[in-house]
């Protein structure tokens, strides 16, 4: 086991075993303020919910649900101002809660599972997390430098301003309520919007859940809201969205413009905001263009010789493929009802020439921001984060169609947790949910970027290896295979006995071109994986084997 991971691992399991340790201190905080509060006592009243609030955060984060779910009650009495047996049953609660915590074992063995670090060499974007809380802040730092994000901590609201003075984030993480109140977070970025001062995005993270606090973060310009406990794949994922791994991905343009003119003045504007635009003049010709660059939006004059883009707008809206794709009309036109014509048809967007450049890239820039997240959530794997099923098979017919058309190989690789039904049977669902997320993330961090991962469902996964052969794809498939098998895990039995145990996974591989599958399509490649696949099963299990061979 690589020394990063096991030094992680080690840290994070350490923060959980002092985050049980710190637990008196915090209920102590608690009580005293508890027994100071008085009737119309504003002040410590809203502290003490401060308090119960961060406990019923942290303890989740650190898997102590008992805890939290009756820090998070007492909080929410607090907030509906309960009457007072009820506040005290919640404290009496919680006070059980907090004394079951110190059973937590010390050194119970292995820690927890957590995904291997990047081999790479690349520095990731920086990440600000403004918490005052200094367990939730230490573990989330942790946990994003494990995902190749380089982190740092700002203490509190009133530091910030000195942290943004040095390397510009790629983004901040915000806590919602702060010392200074329950919405301290949003309404000081709004203030700073208000004084002109630019941030970075900014990601909202707070225990609560409510819709005033959800509004709140989004008038203040919050690009996204994560309650506590955090899941964390979910996290990363808008992370990937809006900063990428390496640098945001350049917004891809495709623009449909029968005057040269104008295309090259509009494509300079929008490639000088760093945008990737692709001019086709003759709006006959551009399914080529849009099947295979897969534009982020469509910008298209309303009026053009052949077809219109009334009329254009409604070929792509037929075709489910493109559904989600933004279309935008660029026009000088003014008149009104023509204007909710294209935006009936399919249009998204009526944007009337001429228009400054500031406002013609804010707006498809926002277009795209919002279709990006969009087809994320769609298309994307809620646990893992990684591509659905269907969104796999058609990023599959796509590849290949390119490799057919270009010349160029690709291996599909289907793989399967050994055995893994019997994790979910002695140890619960919640742990085998654990494993999947590793391997998900094990696979990203030791895979290209430009291979193409997905979920195939349940313990299933698929990967994409473009450019490459069924020899080499093997040989890397092996050693991701290898360092997976190392990794280690724990689950409580049912009679409460916590066990170590690792896990495997068998891998089928078939590739394009190959001497079993010239012409091949997605479906016959994906059913030679899965052959070599249950082959793998038959012969043992944990191993990588080659259709055909």
């Not at 919602?176 to 001062?197: C, K, N, T």
């Not at 994560?226 to 990428?244: D, H, M, N, W, Y």
């Not at 895979?447 to 450019?467: N, P």
């Amino acid at each position: 086991m690589p020394d990063s991971h096991r030094d992680i691992q080690n840290q994070l399991h350490q923060l959980k075993e002092g985050f049980s340790q710190a637990i008196p201190d915090k209920m102590a905080e608690i009580e005293q303020t508890w027994g100071m509060v008085g009737p119309g006592d504003a002040r410590r009243t809203e502290l003490l919910h401060r308090l119960a609030h961060n406990l019923a955060g942290n303890a989740g984060t650190f898997g102590f649900m008992d805890l939290s779910e009756c820090a998070r009650a007492l909080e929410e009495d607090l907030v509906e101002q309960a009457p007072p047996a009820r506040l005290k049953l919640a404290m009496e609660n919680l006070r059980e809660a907090a004394l079951r915590v110190a059973h937590f074992p010390r050194h119970a063995g292995a820690p927890a599972e957590f995904p291997l670090l990047s081999d790479s060499e690349d520095e990731g974007p920086l990440i600000l997390v403004v918490e005052d809380d200094e367990f939730f802040a230490r573990d989330l730092i942790l946990q994003l430098e494990g995902y190749g994000y380089r982190s740092e901590h700002c203490e509190s609201l009133k530091d910030l301003p000195a942290a943004l003075e040095g390397e510009q984030p790629a983004a901040i993480i915000m806590d919602v309520m702060h010392p200074e109140g329950d919405l301290a977070g949003p309404l000081f970025l709004s203030e700073q919007a208000r004084l002109g001062r630019a941030l970075p995005p900014v990601l909202f993270i707070s225990i609560r859940d409510d819709l005033s606090a959800r509004l709140e973060a989004v008038r203040a310009g919050g690009l996204g809201y994560f309650t506590k406990p955090l899941e964390i794949a979910q996290l990363i994922s808008r992370l990937e969205v809006l900063v990428g791994f390496r640098g945001p991905d350049p917004c891809r343009i495709l623009m449909i413009e029968d005057s040269a003119t104008e295309s090259t003045h509009y494509a300079h504007v929008l490639r000088k905001a760093g945008m990737q635009v692709n001019v086709v003049g003759n709006p006959l010709q551009v399914m080529g263009p849009l099947v295979v660059e897969r534009p982020d939006l469509i910008l298209m004059d309303l009026y053009m010789p052949g077809c219109s883009g009334l009329e254009l707008a409604t070929v792509i809206r037929q075709q489910d493929a493109f559904m989600g794709i933004p279309i935008v009309f660029l026009s000088s036109e003014t008149d009104t009802d023509r204007q909710l014509r294209g935006l009936s048809l399919g249009g998204d967007d009526f944007l009337e020439k001429p228009i400054s450049p500031d406002h013609l890239v804010s707006s498809l820039a926002a277009r795209v921001t919002r279709a990006r997240l969009l087809r994320a959530n769609m298309n994307r794997d809620s646990l893992t984060g990684l591509l659905n099923y269907g969104n796999f098979k058609y990023q599959l017919k796509l590849e290949l169609s390119r490799a057919a058309r270009r010349q160029g190989s690709l291996v599909l690789a289907v793989m399967d947790i050994d055995q893994f039904k019997a994790v979910n049977d002695m140890f619960g669902h919640t742990v085998g949910d654990r494993v999947i997320r590793s391997l998900a993330r094990h696979l990203q961090q030791h895979l290209r970027e430009t291979d193409i991962l997905g979920r195939l469902g349940g313990d299933a996964f698929g990967a994409i290896l473009l450019d490459t052969d069924e020899a080499g794809a093997r040989n890397r498939l092996d050693s991701i295979r290898e360092t997976f098998s190392m990794h280690h895990y724990r689950g409580l039995e049912p009679l409460g006995v916590s066990k170590p145990f690792e896990m495997s996974f068998s891998c089928g591989i078939s590739g394009f071109p190959g001497e079993a599958n010239v012409g091949a399509d997605s479906e016959a490649l994906l059913q030679m994986a899965d052959q070599a696949l249950l082959e793998a099963k038959r012969q043992g299990r944990n191993r990588t084997l080659i259709a055909g061979a």
